[in-house]
């Protein structure tokens, strides 16, 4: 038969290797404690970190977005504002040439009409000189005609190419701040995407 103190030293060693054990398992159990705490405030901390991110980033983004809007009112008004003083401007220049038209015409009539006048009278034998100094005249006026006429339209061309290129910049000044809005727009798209 087995010793009884045999037994109890067995019993006492084999209790104290499961004291051991179990003390391992309290250090455990505490170290993964410790873990489930610092792991909580870590998401806690990263959610108050998050939301405030998430918040300022929908300010600035409503900001931009205000900012941007403005920018663009402003410019529109500035472009249709330069567009009504060009059309303006446009408008009176056309105006003043045709009455400056008008008014050499009505010196041309005249001027034939003098001229008629003078073939009526026969002046020739007398005048040779006067005659070549009259048709000179007429051909200068004709020249001076010719070369207003000439003058008129070479401005009405240039006026109406200025007003077109005028058009084709408005119209690329919309489409650059249409791609702007874009970009910017895609740039903070891919920013809180």
């Known amino acids: 038969m087995p010793d009884i103190n045999d037994a109890s030293k067995s019993l ?6 499961i004291d051991k054990e179990i003390s391992k398992i309290k250090s455990a159990t505490e170290l993964i404690e410790n873990a489930h705490q610092n792991t909580e405030q870590t998401i806690n901390e990263a959610e108050k970190v998050f939301n405030k991110f998430n918040k300022d980033a929908k300010a600035d983004f409503n900001k931009t977005q205000g900012d941007l809007k403005k920018l663009v009112d402003n410019n529109k008004k500035i472009s249709d504002d330069l567009l009504n003083q060009l059309k303006k401007a446009t408008d009176d220049s056309v105006k003043e040439l045709k009455e400056i038209d008008k008014s050499t015409k009505k010196v041309v009539e005249k001027v034939e009409s003098l001229l008629n006048k003078l073939e009526k009278i026969d002046f ?10 009259i048709s000179n005249v007429t051909s200068r ?7 207003l006429n000439t003058n008129l339209k070479n ?3 240039l006026l109406e190419n200025q007003l077109e290129e005028l058009k084709q910049n408005y119209i690329y000044v919309q489409i650059g701040l249409v791609a702007i809005g874009i970009g910017v ?3 903070l798209y891919k920013f809180w995407a």
Do not use: A
């Open 141 to 147: 006026l004709d020249n001076v005609e010719s070369n």
């Open 124 to 133: 020739q034998k007398r005048f040779d000189n006067v005659d070549t100094t």
């Open 155 to 157: 401005q009405f061309k």
């Open 185 to 187: 727009g895609f740039l």
């Open 12 to 17: 006492g060693k084999i209790e104290k290797e």
